[in-house]
């Protein structure tokens, strides 16, 4: 969400997989824009392989930042604000702003509540 992209566009239908999957309408601008980011978040995890940053604190663990984020008085990150905040050109002009942190879909994913009426409530007495 950092790079402008909202989270339905992808998904992880196996774990360890990201499966991409444009629309039609999406014009190779935003294509090659989409690959841009996928380009620059590459480079962000090569800095966490490499050591520069930590596995703890990045911009990929900690994505997606916040206008809280970015007003925060200390900055206690290893990478930059801007980074955090504005890490595109794309971003700096037309930034969404997510309104919470990174949210536990996993969780979710393995702990299913449904909240459906009982299926015996469709049937015809």
Request: overall charge negative; some cysteine.
């Amino acid at each position: 969400m950092d790079y402008g992209f909202h989270a339905p566009t992808m998904s992880f239908p196996v774990a360890g997989t990201l499966m991409i999957e444009p629309t039609e309408s999406e014009n190779l601008t935003e294509l090659d824009r989409f690959c841009d980011a996928m380009i620059a978040i590459r480079h962000e995890a090569s800095k966490v392989e490499s050591g520069e940053w930590t596995l703890q604190d990045n911009p990929l663990v900690n994505a997606p930042h916040t206008q809280v984020d970015l007003m925060e008085t200390e900055w206690t990150h290893t990478y930059s604000r801007e980074l955090a905040c504005f890490p595109s050109e794309f971003s700096k002009g037309a930034k969404y702003w997510p309104t919470v942190n990174r949210v536990d879909n996993v969780f979710g994913d393995r702990n299913l509540i449904c909240s459906c009426p009982s299926i015996d409530s469709y049937i015809d007495k």
